[in-house]
């Protein structure tokens, strides 16, 4: 994952408070604020067509940046609030964490689902149903997994898969302690409606039935 750390370019925003902040919009940035590793918050500006095109991009908030800023030095950093123009839901102003490599945090990181194409269940007419396309995980700032991966290579129509049975790179934890559903297999639709209406037969044929003597007496 270190490899893979994508860079966000900043500059250092003059002055602080609702001025500098406006006067930065104007310029075509978005105001932010650095804080957290021991040292003081830092006021900063992101270009504004640089921060959206992230932000369109997805998990923007699960992602772990370098922060370079001009005559400083890098730092990891990850976004953890974007506040929004409430009409035109554009970003206005930004709030990074700096983090060592061994800080721990909390995380969004998407499952992975492998094996499709030679699942048992699947191959038999099942269904994928993903209850979460994502786990939170605690895990090092310096070890962030691309994703959680679940092999569906040995799963039948009708089992559960849960996030005890997926192995989860190392060093990493869940942030829930009960054993949640990630997906299963469900069976189509047609054929649960056909089991439903075999039951309903079987059940109507076991109705005992009265004879007319039976009536009689």
């Known amino acids: 994952m270190a490899d893979k750390i994508p860079d966000l370019h900043a500059t250092v925003r003059a002055g602080t408070g609702k001025g500098a902040a406006r006067q930065a919009r104007r310029d075509g940035d978005v105001p932010g604020i650095v804080y957290g590793g021991g040292i003081d918050p830092q006021p900063i500006s992101i270009p504004f067509n640089t921060l959206l095109t992230r932000l369109r991009k997805g998990r923007f908030m699960s992602t772990l940046f370098n922060l370079k800023v001009e005559g400083e030095d890098d730092v990891r950093v990850i976004c ?12 206005t102003h930004i709030d990074l964490m700096r983090l060592k490599r061994t800080s721990r945090v909390k995380i969004f990181i998407p499952v992975e689902f492998l094996n499709e194409e030679t699942c048992p269940g699947i191959k038999k007419g099942g ?16 070890d962030i997994p691309d994703s959680i991966t679940v092999d569906l290579g040995e799963v039948e129509m009708g ?16 942030t829930i302690d009960r054993d949640f559903v990630i997906a299963n297999i469900a069976a189509p639709r047609a054929v649960v409606a056909d089991d439903e209406d075999e039951a309903e037969d079987v059940a109507a044929d076991e109705v005992p039935t009265t004879s007319d003597e039976e009536a009689e007496e």
């Open 159 to 174: 089992d559960t898969i849960s996030i005890s049975s997926v192995t989860l790179p190392e060093g990493a934890n869940a």
């Open 80 to 91: 953890r609030g974007v506040q929004r123009d409430v009409v035109k839901d554009l970003p």
């Open 127 to 142: 269904v994928l149903t993903v209850v979460r396309n994502e786990v939170e995980l605690e895990v090092l700032a310096g």
